[in-house]
């Protein structure tokens, strides 16, 4: 059974909001740059950058960041994920990197993306932007810029589509029957 929570319109406020609380929590645009983890989180990435630009007049440097040689759950002795070598094109090095995917779950994405942040350089801070915190976390991970908080049981899963991707954006819970 799906529900759906967000629309392509409530989406597209929630990200319109986020891009302003950003901008606010770093006190403007210097030093501010965006990674998305590689695929959707690139695509938030890119939506919050365009929306910094048209608010602000500001081009923040905006890049992907793949995870899969990080993972901490996919990596064994037989099995090494198609990963590239991460290269935004710019520096983080002192930079404050807003790290941004779609759903946050048990934060061990996020672990694997600071690590990867980490392998690129020494950013003056890194803070975490979800469209979606699901809850069930296995590691001591927050987010700082959430769209929006929808807690689900094991058995829920969150749907989060994207245009780029689905051709449509929306937000729905799916139960599974065990």
């Known amino acids: 059974m799906e529900n759906r929570i967000m629309d392509g319109a409530a989406i597209a406020r929630s990200l319109v909001r986020l891009s302003h609380e950003v901008v606010e929590k ?3 645009t210097d030093r501010l740059c965006l990674l998305g983890v ?7 990435a890119e939506r919050v950058r365009a929306l910094i630009a048209q608010f ?3 081009e923040v440097p905006c890049a992907g960041i793949d995870i899969g040689l990080y993972r901490d759950d996919l990596v064994s002795g037989y099995f090494v994920p198609d990963a590239k070598r991460n290269d935004p094109g710019f520096s983080v090095e002192g930079m404050h990197v807003v790290l941004c995917d779609d759903v946050l779950h048990t934060g061990r994405t996020v672990r694997a993306a600071i690590e990867a942040i980490f392998d690129l ?3 003056a801070s890194v803070r975490l932007l979800v469209l979606c915190d699901r809850g069930g976390r296995e590691m001591p991970v927050g987010a ?4 929006k908080n929808i807690p689900t049981s094991r058995r829920e899963y969150i749907d989060l589509r994207l245009k780029e991707l689905e051709g449509e954006d929306s937000l729905s819970i799916t139960s599974c029957e065990e």
Do not use: M
């Open 38 to 44: 590689i695929r959707r989180g690139e695509i938030v």
């Open 56 to 58: 602000y007049g500001a």
């Open 26 to 28: 770093n006190k403007g």
């Open 121 to 123: 350089g020494r950013p």
């Open 144 to 147: 700082d810029f959430v769209g």
